[in-house]
């Protein structure tokens, strides 16, 4: 829900695309009266650095663009446009030829009352105090722009005192007017595997805290000691009081060590009073397209856009732990910091059999996982750890399983081209029948037949390294008519309707999902 007073100022739609004789291919968005379509020359991360570079080494191409672009926002009653070209030559003819065109754009643009606003790749950092824009003139194709949409660093070690990202606002402050400069600030929670990140949803991120509950008594106590610390932990969950992070390592199912750091009303606060510091008014913010987002960020965006104070609650993350006995009642209760998830408790006279149930709660206290629960027999003192039910355990020592914290999508291949069937119930498990080839879709028995989930969004545990390959799987049918392509979310993460163009960027702020590197669905402030 939208912060009382909080309003959608725009929208930006992706559907349209350069054509190879300067023209516009794909779908117009339909316009809801503040939408900004954007036009691109990439999809599901290719770019077609052909088109670009063709159209501005052809006269006849270009103004054909020309035409086109301005008859498209003129017929369709947009209030601008939004370009995203990618890949322009890095040499400095090409720099000047896309300075050139996008200055006519702007010329024709601006006669009939519109707007026309340029996204850029994001640049390199050669020195302290030098950028490499690639083929970007940053402050020529400010000159005659309304807007120059810069992407920030997605890495949040970037974001450090003194770091990559300020180094970013004070070179970028200095090459366009802080009135034209809009940053992109990434949203999401940030999953590093080697050199890779990986964008994740905000309760996405905290799932692997809760793979693994461990319960012990201590050299022998009648004492239960309860904790999310488990052998897959490299490094505990530690609170960043600089960016307002946690942070944490674990090792994979695969065995390599991942690095999560998860997003949140707190961490987003920080990055923007560091762009405030620069008198930077202008964000862009991309979040999860799902709306796997903590809740609170829209407060502090509303915050920011109001010229309030950034304030975020004084609470932190948490874990609440319940131990009931085998009849229900209720033996232990508490609630402790995530950073220092270790709960005591003494079991009560006859109890043997304990489930210990726990669940991550948000700032406000509300929970952001489902549960995960263990049994631990506390006559003889043991510890019975897994993730999930001892049932679910049992049921699935021979075969694999998979589950998830969050709604996603079975398809009837393993693809983004196939059907979607329905989607995954958070918290169920659901048995893994086979696998592609590439091991990157699982084929699920659904209760009520077969599909495939991709194994990016979904945790699997059990015999996972028995599972069969699936060789003869149908092609995907193509449909006849060509829709506008949706934009690569990273995922298959539900709510999903037919395919579609790609989700709407909505503006001051809105609780959507968006699109890491382009426009999906972002919340979009203006700071005044």
């Known amino acids: 829900q939208l912060p009382q007073g909080a309003a959608v100022t725009h929208e930006a739609k992706a559907g349209l695309y350069l054509r190879g004789d300067g023209a516009l291919d794909g779908v117009a968005p339909v316009n809801s009266g503040y939408t900004l379509p954007v036009i691109r020359n990439w999809t599901d991360g290719t770019v077609r650095t052909d088109l670009i570079n063709n159209l501005l080494a052809d006269p006849g191409q270009q103004e054909n663009q020309l035409v086109a672009v301005e008859q498209t926002i003129i017929q369709n009653g947009y209030p601008g446009v939004i370009i995203d070209y990618r890949g322009v030559d890095a040499v400095p003819s090409a720099r000047a030829d896309y300075v050139r065109l996008i200055e006519r754009l702007a010329d024709r643009l601006h006669a009939a009352g519109k707007t026309i606003a340029v996204r850029v790749e994001a640049p390199r950092q050669i020195s302290a105090d030098s950028w490499d824009t690639l083929g970007y003139d940053w402050a020529a194709l400010s000159e005659s722009i309304d807007t120059l949409i810069v992407p ?20 970028a402050t200095s090459q366009v007017e802080r009135r034209k400069l809009q940053l992109e600030l990434p949203g999401q929670s940030v999953e590093r595997a080697g050199n890779y990140l990986l964008m994740k949803g905000y309760q996405e991120s905290l799932q692997p805290l809760l793979s693994e509950i461990k319960a012990e008594s201590p050299d022998g106590s009648q004492e239960v000691v309860v904790t999310l610390d488990n052998p897959r932990l490299l490094q505990r969950v530690a609170w960043d009081e600089s960016t307002g992070m946690y942070s944490y390592s674990y090792i994979d199912e695969q065995g390599f060590e991942r690095t999560v750091y998860i997003e949140n009303a ?77 709960m005591a408790f003494l079991p009560a006279g006859g109890s ?9 709660l948000g700032a406000n206290g509300q929970p952001v996982t489902v549960p995960a629960s263990t049994v631990y027999n506390a006559q003889p003192a043991e510890t019975t750890a897994m993730a999930g039910s001892v049932e679910s355990a049992k049921a699935t020592e021979n075969v694999a399983t998979v589950t998830t914290g969050q709604i996603v999508n079975v398809r009837e291949g ?22 592609n080839e590439a091991g990157d879709w699982w084929q699920i028995d659904t ?82």
């Not at 693809?415 to 958070?426: K, M, S």
Request: negative net charge; charged residues 10%.
């Open 266 to 342: 707190a961490s987003i606060a920080y990055k923007l009073n560091m762009m405030d510091g620069y008198n930077a008014r202008d964000v862009a913010l991309v979040v999860n397209p799902a709306g796997d987002t903590d809740p609170n960020i829209w407060n502090i965006l509303y915050q920011f856009q109001n010229n309030g104070e950034l304030t975020t609650t004084t609470n932190r993350m948490s874990v609440s732990y319940t131990v009931s006995d085998s009849s229900g009642n209720v033996v232990a209760q508490d609630t402790r910091p995530l950073d220092e998830p270790a």
């Open 447 to 528: 209760g009520n037949g077969s599909g495939w989930t991709i194994n990016q969004l979904v945790d699997a545990s059990g015999a996972v390294d028995s599972v069969a390959v699936i060789s003869d799987i149908p092609e995907p049918v193509v449909a006849a008519a060509a829709a506008a392509p949706a934009a690569n979310t990273g995922g298959e993460a539900a709510p999903a309707a037919a395919p579609a163009p790609a989700p709407a960027v909505v503006s001051a702020p809105p609780p959507a999902g968006g699109i890491p590197f382009g426009y999906g669905v972002q919340a979009h402030m203006v700071h005044t």
């Open 152 to 171: 920030a660093p997605v890495d949040p070690r970037a974001y450090q005192a003194g770091g990559e990202t300020e180094a970013l606002l004070a070179w």
């Open 352 to 360: 043997t059999e304990l489930k210990v149930e726990a669940q991550i």
């Open 414 to 435: 393993p693809g983004t081209a196939y059907p979607v069937l329905g989607q995954i119930t958070p918290g169920n498990t659901y048995t893994v029948l086979g696998k």
